[in-house]
């Protein structure tokens, strides 16, 4: 089976534990207002590859991923729009014992028959999911990525009820997700799962701001700097404080 292939990092150390080889897909739903992967949005773009050449290259960095506990990350554009893809791929990673991870913003999840079952037989091959939950407001989510949440909310759930192993991520946008009240509705709702190992704050940058330009695209965040240390701190603290106390009871 062949995949849509944006982009490959072979040494990534910030998409899952260790040091990863990291594979962005093509094509996404979301339209996020800050993305730094705009050219991942079309679908039918990308470099078409099959399992196995993806298999054959990534045997070169079993070493690393041995030395690091590390492995491999799907991330993208939106890796669940070729989740029988990914299915074929995690499989043969997982007779070679590769850790396999999932950065996922959730934007395609349906509770179709369909989708449900691959997903299914995805989360069998699947170490860690990261999931990347924009903003915990649907009227304020649908603003800063075109569209609402409550899917992206409903999978969360799902990947609780299945126990999957979950890394939340939340990119802090001045005047868009950096928020107190909203802050504290995402660690209160982020409280009511079980199966969250670690929160990450990721502030919001400006390094894919080219890229938009490149595409013809006018940038919609245009004059908003990154957050400060302190704010990015403050986020984490608050965003970890429901969380935090859930895990002492």
Same mark, same amino acid.
């Not at 990308?46 to 196995?52: F, L």
């Given at each position: 089976?062949?995949? %849509?292939?944006?982009?490959?990092?072979t040494?990534?150390?910030v998409d899952g534990p260790g040091?990863?080889?990291v594979?962005?897909?093509q094509g996404c739903?979301l339209?996020c207002?800050?993305?730094?992967?705009?050219?991942?949005w079309?679908?039918?773009d990308?470099?078409?590859?099959?399992? =196995?050449e993806l298999?054959?290259?990534?045997?070169?960095?079993?070493?690393f991923f041995?030395a690091?506990?590390?492995?491999?990350t799907v991330?993208g554009? =939106?890796p669940?729009?070729q989740?029988?893809?990914?299915?074929e791929?995690?499989?043969?990673l997982?007779?070679?014992? $590769?850790?396999?991870?999932?950065?996922? /913003?959730?934007?395609?999840?349906? %509770?179709?028959?369909r989708?449900?079952?691959?997903?299914?037989k995805?989360?069998?091959?699947t170490d860690?999911i990261l999931?990347?939950l924009?903003h $915990?407001d649907p009227v304020?989510?649908? =603003?800063?990525?075109?569209?609402?949440n409550?899917?992206i909310?409903?999978?969360?759930?799902?990947?609780d009820q299945?126990n999957i192993?979950?890394?939340?991520r939340?990119?802090?946008v001045?005047?868009? /997700?950096?928020?107190?009240?909203y802050?504290?509705?995402?660690?209160?709702f982020?409280?009511?799962?079980?199966?969250?190992?670690?929160?990450?704050v990721?502030?919001?940058?400006?390094?894919?701001?080219?890229?938009?330009?490149?595409l013809?695209?006018?940038?919609p965040?245009e004059g908003?700097e990154?957050?400060?240390?302190? %704010?990015?701190?403050?986020a =984490?603290?608050?965003?970890?404080?429901?969380y935090?106390m859930?895990?002492?009871?």
């Open positions: 089976m062949n995949g %849509r292939i944006h982009s490959i990092e040494c990534g150390t040091l990863r080889y594979i962005f897909t739903l339209r207002k800050f993305c730094h992967n705009p050219d991942t079309k679908m039918g990308g470099k078409e590859m099959s399992v =196995e298999v054959k290259d990534i045997k070169d960095y079993l070493p041995q690091t506990n590390g492995g491999v991330s554009g =939106e669940l729009i989740a029988d893809f990914l299915v791929l995690f499989t043969e997982k007779k070679l014992g $590769i850790h396999t991870t999932i950065d996922s /913003s959730a934007g395609c999840f349906s %509770r179709s028959p989708f449900i079952e691959t997903l299914n995805l989360l069998e091959v860690l999931l990347d924009k $915990i304020e989510h649908k =603003e800063l990525t075109g569209m609402s409550e899917h909310i409903d999978m969360a759930r799902y990947l299945k192993p979950v890394w939340i939340h990119v802090l001045p005047g868009g /997700s950096d928020n107190d009240e802050l504290q509705r995402l660690s209160d982020i409280a009511t799962l079980n199966n969250v190992e670690k929160i990450e990721l502030p919001y940058h400006k390094l894919g701001v080219y890229k938009w330009e490149n013809g695209l006018a940038y965040l908003v990154p957050p400060t240390a302190e %704010r990015v701190k403050h =984490e603290d608050i965003l970890n404080r429901s935090l859930v895990t002492k009871q």
